[in-house]
């Protein structure tokens, strides 16, 4: 099959960036959407002319590293699936496809289709954590864990750190992927003795980056490979306006 | 056989690593601080080692490829991580771990690392579920537990199909800790690109910005390599795209003993590869073989669909060969009864190059809805990659690339020939022989980070207290320069052929020749096969833009440049061992049923290749003693 | 006074301080419509009940004392709201500074995409709205106290009930997205309501949206009558009203 591609080309991040054409011939519909990429830019290769920078790394859904705007939508048109998972059998023959780096002022884009995540980095070391040392952890059947909150847990733990979730918010909002790992801490008895000093210190952080509000817009569910809904944005205010409005964060 | 002391400490096996530990020399806590520790790698070894010895106080610098340190490829581990807890009183043990992983590994590993892998494991699962790691639960509120890789006890933990992930995340979190309190400093998007090595010891690497492209200088009192394994060298794997032999191998360069670099598994439930510009192979969860049974058809060149083939007329090959084990065979011994039935020509899909793995009987005995509470996640995944529906048809699997056992070579401290060089996780060749089993790459890396390194490297330190460190040293000038002439040399040849198109062909040369069984005559053409592709690569290779600049395909054309040398070793490695063991079959070498033939008396020991020389190879023997198991025949009939 | 000013810098502070003044004017169209519905009742009815607003906690409170603290909540609440609601606007312009060339959304609804406009034009709506019957400045025929009188004539004029429609329409959609958002915005989730809480704001925005139109609707059927001109005592008191 045939696919045109309409994607953002950008030297650098001071330079104003372009959409540029290229129509890629001979495409297996078996192919991946980022195999799709890899054909482009052999062809690019061969014809002397730079090839698209675009992240990725597992190709499986797991790493978080890939991701761009298809269509207009974070990880393409297939919902619950990144975009190295997404494959052309979800085109047509003949299909124009729009291709954007994630926008938002705190991951500014680095190159073509690749931006700087360490943001949400920076999130999780200002306290995304259980501070416990190397050695000295007791049995690990010594902390019993109700089976509902261990799956929940995880639920939210299941987080790739992708930034979907901020790049479809019309906001350019970080609190799902927060939420995410606050909720994730928050549910576990581990993650108890921090739980409000770790909440306010993230979202703290979170707002310091320059990432935008939730207006609980619902986009960033809907895009989330990993199907972590806005209930995790709930527990995540609740957390932080107790912690902050009631005072419990000592110190902070 | 010069410096080959492996160093194990003496004494009796189970006492070994606690009687060391107390002996090993200590840091004191104020001198920590003065010591610079550069870790390369951010996987499940790096990343715990590097936050275990943030913690202690040392100043660690972390380095990774990707953009942060969380997109490790342990990420991707699927399955589980062992640990000899015993929770479910069935008879686990450490000795029992430590034997079944020997054995597993076809009596290929040094009994005195493999002991202390086991009885780590149990302090292991303690830490991540202390660091929030959300493991697996009964109803009770306990971890729950399964069997994993046809093991006969259930001592494999997991996180649903994301253990590596949850463990990585744990990992990753005590390292942002560390970051926060100043003691790590973290170089995303940085790659090492050669290692330092003045008077015969490591001092600090070379490092490029992905981004800037500026080449960095590193010293460090310790050097620690935990950048994973190489099965990129096949280009098709389950690795993920970045993963790489360029610091192993440029170490190696600089006088790194390599071990075993032959020894790779294959694992055998992947799905098949469907088309020429596929990229990646996937890797389908193993204990899909708890359930689903292997089959392909009995006639060559079979037409009908999966369902119109009555049961008669279907091979269950592995039920019929391996009565006692069936499809829990082990990986390799799995893997190679597929390829066996795909090149007879019975292979199933488009392209013939897949066996079935059916879940029809197990979901008319246990119901859909418990195949899907088990499995749902993987035949979703299964289903979205092929557009096939598993829970109707068969899926189609085949085996691929997953593993490298072999790596730089370490003493029992985990340290590579080059004193102040560790290497820790998939990147040494410590723990798993000739065959890794599952679920216990994850265990390994962890008790190297966590539980090992942090002890000897600070009985290493403790020597080298009020010794400067320097990046302005002869030594580090003359590899910035040959690294320089390197990229340059990359840029400069502006042939015709890209990146990705040597890097297939090289694969596949690899794979057909040094993959599931290997060959004197197969080897040794791939052997000049290797070398004309490298001049072809030096010849005619076309990399486009600058080195002063995000420039990917020139990342990668580094990568390929190292896997096209390691794979001469690899097949060197091969021939080199003349008998079958574990992941290495060499067809020469079977006992009249098919089975490998290991050869004691010859080869019960560690090829360790020595590049001191450029250019070329000595080979070092460390012999393996087996003082508390006696190597038997693997038989799973 | 660090704290206040501390937690005003929380965005989500602001987001839980625009749900609960939400609230409080959601609580107050809320007793609006119920009241207003008293029109269907008579002039003498709505107009008594105009008056016993005016009337309660007395004597304790002074005559219009709790009116004018009522008043004053609401006040409070708009400027909160409202604060609230430019602030983080500009947080969020600020967050992604070029846009896309086209986002294509998956499930972002109508309401939710439009709040500010909504907002804005409900602001607007409520000036006019006070100007008219309350203040009676734009009114045609506006009589301090018969506030049924001027209902009816007021709202008689089909272009001003127009308006009254389309600005009752806005704020049903408003309704609709705000009082789903408050649950998230406060952090109130749990299993066991949340599948209730969409349900409970589209319940509120079409009972307040429906209850609201009755009036103009109903006058602009012929169901409420006009009334002869002796009903309804004038009182001088309420030509204040609310000064701007
Ligand atoms: C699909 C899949 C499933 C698996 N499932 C299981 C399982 O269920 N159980 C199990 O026990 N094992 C499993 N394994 C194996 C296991 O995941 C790996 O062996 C293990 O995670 C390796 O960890 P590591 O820390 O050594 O290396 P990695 O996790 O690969 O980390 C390597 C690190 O080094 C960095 N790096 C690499 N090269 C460079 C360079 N040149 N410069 C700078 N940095 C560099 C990378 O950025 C990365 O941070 C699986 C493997 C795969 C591929
Ligand atoms: C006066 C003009 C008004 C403006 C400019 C305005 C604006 C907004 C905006 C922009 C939001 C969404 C904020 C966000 O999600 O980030 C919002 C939410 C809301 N508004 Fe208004 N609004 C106004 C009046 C009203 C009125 C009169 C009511 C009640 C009847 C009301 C009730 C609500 C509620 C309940 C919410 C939800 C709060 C939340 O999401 O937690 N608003 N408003
Ligand atoms: C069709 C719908 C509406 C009708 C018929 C109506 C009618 C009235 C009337 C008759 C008064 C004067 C009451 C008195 O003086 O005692 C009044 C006051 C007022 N209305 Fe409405 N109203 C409507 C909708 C709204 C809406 C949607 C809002 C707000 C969002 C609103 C806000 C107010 C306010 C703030 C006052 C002044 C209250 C006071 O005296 O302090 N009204 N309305
Ligand atoms: S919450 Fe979902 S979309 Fe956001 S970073 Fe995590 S996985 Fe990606
Ligand atoms: S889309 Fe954005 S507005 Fe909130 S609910 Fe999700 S973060
Ligand atoms: S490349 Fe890893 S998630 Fe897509």
Redesign the pocket.
Same mark, same amino acid.
């Given at each position: 099959m045939r696919i045109t591609l309409e994607i953002w080309r950008q030297e650098n991040p001071a330079d104003p960036g372009r959409f540029e054409t290229f129509a890629v011939d001979d495409v297996s519909a078996e192919s991946s959407f980022l195999e799709l990429l890899d054909q482009l830019n052999i062809r690019l290769e061969r014809e002397g002319r730079r090839p698209v920078a675009f992240d990725h790394d597992c190709r499986e859904g797991i790493c978080g590293a890939c991701g761009v705007m298809i269509q207009g939508t974070a990880h393409g048109p297939r919902a619950r699936i990144t975009a190295c998972q997404l494959h052309l059998r979800e085109f047509a023959d003949g299909d124009t496809v729009r291709v954007e780096p994630w926008r938002a002022a705190a991951m500014p884009v680095l190159r073509d289709l690749i931006v700087d995540r360490t943001a949400l980095d920076r999130i999780v070391q200002a306290g995304g954590y259980v501070s416990v040392n190397t050695g000295g952890a007791p049995d690990a059947n010594s902390i019993p864990v109700q089976k509902e909150h261990s799956d929940l847990a995880f639920d939210a733990a299941t987080c790739i750190g992708c930034a979907a979730c901020v790049a479809q918010c019309p906001n350019g909002a970080a609190q799902l992927f927060v939420a995410a790992k606050v909720g994730h801490l928050a549910m576990l008895p581990q993650g108890q003795p921090e739980r409000y000093r770790r909440v306010v210190a993230m979202v703290d952080q979170m707002e310091a980056e320059g990432f935008g509000s939730c207006s609980n817009h619902r986009e960033c569910e809907a895009v989330c490979p990993k199907g972590i809904g806005v209930e995790w944005i709930a527990r995540l205010n609740r957390d932080y306006l107790v912690a902050k409005v009631g005072g419990l964060a000592r110190g902070r | 056989m010069t410096g080959l002391d492996a160093r194990v400490p003496p004494g009796a096996l189970e006492h070994k690593w606690r009687e060391y530990r107390d002996d090993l020399k200590l840091v004191a806590p104020n001198n920590r601080r003065k010591f610079r520790i550069l870790v390369v790698g951010s996987g499940l070894a790096g990343a715990s080692c590097a936050a275990s010895l943030g913690e202690l106080g040392y100043q660690v610098d972390c380095f990774c490829y990707q953009d942060s340190a969380r997109r490790a490829h342990s990420i991707a581990a699927q399955g589980g991580i062992n640990a000899a807890k015993n929770y479910r009183n069935d008879g686990d043990s450490v000795f029992r771990l430590f034997y079944d992983t020997i054995k597993g590994g076809d009596f290929r590993s040094r009994e005195a690392n493999v002991y202390r892998l086991a009885e780590i494991s149990l302090a292991i699962i303690d830490q991540a579920v202390a660091q929030g790691v959300p493991f697996a639960r009964e109803y009770g509120g306990l971890l729950d537990n399964r069997s994993f890789g046809g093991a006969q006890v259930s001592r494999t933990f997991y996180a649903r199909g994301q253990t590596g992930q949850q463990l990585l995340l744990g990992a990753y979190q005590a390292l942002s800790r560390q970051i926060a309190a100043g003691t790590v400093r973290m170089h995303p998007r940085t790659e090492m690109l050669d290692l330092v090595v003045e008077e015969g010891r490591a001092v600090g690497i070379l490092t490029r910005d992905l981004v800037s492209g500026a080449i960095q200088r590193h010293a460090g009192s310790a050097v620690v390599i935990a950048t994973g394994g190489y099965s990129n060298v096949y280009f098709l794997s389950t690795n993920a795209k970045g993963c790489n032999v360029t610091s192993i191998w440029r170490a190696h360069r600089r006088g790194a003993f390599l071990a075993n670099p032959s020894f790779t598994q294959i694992h055998p439930t992947c799905i098949p590869q469907s088309g020429e510009m596929q990229s990646k192979l996937t890797l389908m969860s193993e204990s899909l073989r708890n359930d689903g049974r292997i089959w392909v058809p009995l006639r060559v060149g079979e037409e009908r669909s999966a369902a119109e083939i009555p049961e008669a007329e279907r091979d269950y090959y592995l039920e019929r060969r391996y009565p006692a084990f069936g499809n829990l065979v082990p990986r390799d011994v799995a893997s190679r009864n597929a390829k066996h039935v795909v090149d007879e020509g019975r292979g199933v899909g488009r392209l013939r190059n897949g066996v079935f793995l059916d879940f029809a009987v197990a979901i008319g005995n246990l119901g859909r809805a418990r195949i899907e509470a088990k499995y749902g996640n993987l035949f979703e995944m299964y289903a979205s990659i092929t557009g096939e529906n598993p829970y109707e048809t068969p899926m189609r699997i085949y085996p691929a690339p997953h593993y490298t056992m072999g790596g730089l070579w370490v003493d029992y401290d985990l340290q590579s020939n080059l004193p102040g060089l560790f290497v820790l996780g998939e990147a040494n060749f410590s723990d798993h022989g000739a065959n890794r089993l599952g679920a216990s790459a994850l265990m390994q890396g962890l008790a190297d980070g966590y539980f090992v390194a942090p002890y000897t490297i600070a009985n290493f330190l403790s020597s080298h207290l009020g010794e400067g460190t320097s990046t302005e040293s002869q030594a580090f000038h003359d590899v910035e320069s040959d690294v320089r002439a390197r990229i340059d040399r990359l840029l400069a040849v502006q042939g015709g052929r890209t990146v990705d198109e040597l890097h297939r062909e090289l694969g596949r040369v690899v794979w057909d020749e040094c993959g599931m069984s290997r060959k004197r005559a197969g080897l040794e053409s791939a052997i000049a096969r290797v070398r004309d592709l490298r001049d072809e690569f030096w010849g005619d290779l076309k990399v486009v833009g600058t080195g002063e600049e995000l420039n990917q395909s020139l990342e990668r054309a580094g990568r390929v440049a190292d896997f096209l040398e390691l794979a001469e070793l690899m097949c060197i490695d091969a021939l080199d061992r003349e008998e079958s063991c574990g992941g290495h079959f060499r067809e020469e070498y079977q006992t009249a049923e098919g089975e490998a033939l290991r050869d004691d008396e010859r080869y019960s020991h560690v090829s360790v290749w020595d590049m001191s020389e450029p250019g070329t190879w000595r080979l070092h023997r460390e012999p393996l003693l087996f003082e508390n198991v006696t190597p038997s025949t693997r038989s799973y009939r | 006074m660090k704290r206040p000013a501390s937690l005003w810098r929380s965005a989500i502070v602001q987001k839980a301080a625009m749900a609960v003044s939400g609230l409080v004017?959601f609580g107050?169209?809320l007793g609006?419509?119920a009241?207003?519905l008293k $029109?269907f009742q008579g002039p003498e009815k709505?107009n008594a009940? $105009?008056e016993w607003?005016?009337e309660i906690g007395a004597p304790a409170v002074p005559h219009g004392g709790v009116?004018w603290v009522?008043?004053a909540t609401?006040l409070l609440a708009v400027a909160v709201h409202v604060a609230a609601a430019i602030q983080l606007t500009l947080v969020n312009k600020k967050a992604r500074p070029r846009g896309y060339k086209r986002l294509q959304p998956v499930q972002l609804d109508y309401a939710s995409r439009t709040m500010r406009w909504s907002g804005i034009l409900?602001?607007a709506?409520?000036v006019y709205?006070?100007m008219h019957?309350?203040w009676g400045n734009v009114h045609p025929d506006f009589r301090p106290g018969d506030?049924?009188a001027?209902?009816v004539t007021?709202?008689g004029q089909w272009p001003v009930?127009a308006a009254?429609?389309v $600005?009752?329409l806005l704020?049903g959609l408003h309704l609709y997205h705000g009082l789903w958002s408050v649950f998230q915005s406060l952090g109130l989730d749990h299993p066991v309501y949340r599948g209730a809480r969409k349900p409970f704001a589209v319940v509120f925005a079409v009972v307040?949206t429906v209850g609201?139109? $009755?009036?103009?609707v109903g006058v602009l059927a012929g169901w409420l009558e006009p009334v002869p001109r002796d009903v309804g005592a004038p009182r001088a008191e309420?030509a204040g009203?609310?000064q701007p």
């Open positions: - | - | 004017l107050f169209v609006h419509m009241g207003n $029109a709505l009940y $105009a607003l005016r009116l009522a008043r609401l409900i602001l709506y409520v709205h006070l019957l309350t506030v049924y001027n209902l007021g709202l009930a009254y429609i $600005a009752n704020l307040v609201f139109l $009755a009036v103009p309420l009203g609310i």
